[in-house]
């Protein structure tokens, strides 16, 4: 992980700036934190010390169930929050977040901001919002599961998870999510192969079609 500094911290926060969000100004102690993929921007059980808002990239979020089984739960993209349970909640539980490209927040630290925060009706209406839009987004995922084929779940996966045109998640943390067997799964991605919407190389694929694969991921989006 590395932080801005001086002029490129500064650079950055006039290119991209977030004042919109908030009636007050949060420029004094904000910090711009950039990750890696495969970067933990929060680890799991582990109160975060920021309220993050991407800018760039994307990241997954992660459980630990009580039987030690580890499920991938949902992803966050470009102009979401992350920590915002945990800036509404003393008690909270917090999910493991990972970057899944590379990703750049901005990082607001809560023990100056949490006050300003919790009193800004700006802000407040803003995260309400993009609260609903995600709780609307996981009601969504789980009917999808019926009223979907694979096909069309798993190029949206894909096109989620793929970093500079390469797609390489486990196996098994697919079907887990997408709810499907391990055959199912190897069977579509067996056919999209074949179709030269991707192609694989050892345990990756890249993908030659990203048109095809968009046009079955946007069948989701229009429902």
Same mark, same amino acid.
């Given at each position: 992980? @590395? &932080?801005?500094?001086? +002029?490129?911290?500064?650079?950055?926060? @006039?290119?991209?700036?977030?004042?919109?969000?908030?009636?007050?100004?949060? @420029?004094?102690?904000?910090?711009?934190?950039?990750?890696?993929? /495969?970067?933990?921007? &929060?680890?799991?059980?582990?109160?975060?010390?920021? !309220?993050?808002?991407?800018?760039?990239?994307?990241? *997954? &979020?992660? &459980?630990?169930?009580?039987?030690?089984?580890?499920?991938?739960?949902?992803?966050?993209?470009?102009?979401?929050?992350?920590?915002?349970?945990?800036?509404?909640?003393?008690?909270?539980?917090?999910?493991?977040?990972?970057?899944?490209?590379?990703?750049?927040?901005?990082?607001?630290?809560?023990?100056?901001?949490?006050? %300003?925060?919790?009193?800004?009706?700006? $802000?407040?209406? @803003?995260?309400?919002? $993009? !609260?609903?839009?995600?709780?609307?987004?996981?009601?969504?995922?789980?009917?999808? +599961?019926?009223?979907?084929?694979?096909?069309?779940?798993?190029?949206? $996966?894909?096109?989620?998870?793929?970093?500079?045109?390469?797609?390489?998640?486990?196996?098994?943390?697919?079907?887990?999510?997408?709810?499907? +067997?391990?055959?199912?799964?190897?069977?579509? !991605?067996?056919? $999209?192969?074949?179709?030269?919407? !991707?192609?694989? /190389?050892?345990?990756?694929?890249?993908?030659? %079609?990203? /048109?095809?694969?968009?046009?079955?991921? %946007?069948?989701? *989006?229009?429902?």
């Amino acid at each position: 992980m @590395e &932080i801005y500094k001086a +002029s490129k911290k500064h650079q950055y926060v @006039e290119n991209h700036s977030i004042e919109h969000l908030f009636s007050a100004s949060v @420029e004094a102690y904000l910090e711009v934190h950039e990750y890696q993929r /495969d970067d933990w921007i &929060i680890q799991e059980g582990t109160r975060p010390d920021f !309220l993050y808002y991407v800018v760039e990239g994307k990241a *997954k &979020i992660y &459980i630990t169930h009580q039987n030690g089984k580890v499920s991938l739960i949902n992803f966050i993209n470009a102009n979401e929050f992350i920590g915002e349970m945990e800036l509404l909640h003393d008690v909270y539980y917090t999910k493991g977040i990972q970057a899944s490209t590379k990703t750049i927040c901005f990082a607001l630290p809560m023990h100056y901001y949490r006050r %300003q925060l919790m009193e800004d009706a700006k $802000f407040l209406r @803003e995260l309400t919002r $993009f !609260l609903s839009v995600k709780a609307t987004q996981m009601a969504m995922k789980y009917t999808q +599961s019926l009223a979907f084929p694979l096909e069309n779940r798993l190029a949206d $996966f894909i096109l989620q998870t793929a970093d500079n045109g390469i797609y390489k998640e486990k196996h098994v943390t697919v079907c887990d999510y997408l709810g499907v +067997s391990y055959r199912h799964l190897l069977h579509v !991605l067996t056919q $999209f192969t074949e179709k030269h919407y !991707l192609q694989k /190389d050892g345990r990756k694929y890249h993908i030659e %079609q990203y /048109d095809a694969l968009k046009g079955l991921s %946007q069948a989701l *989006k229009n429902k």
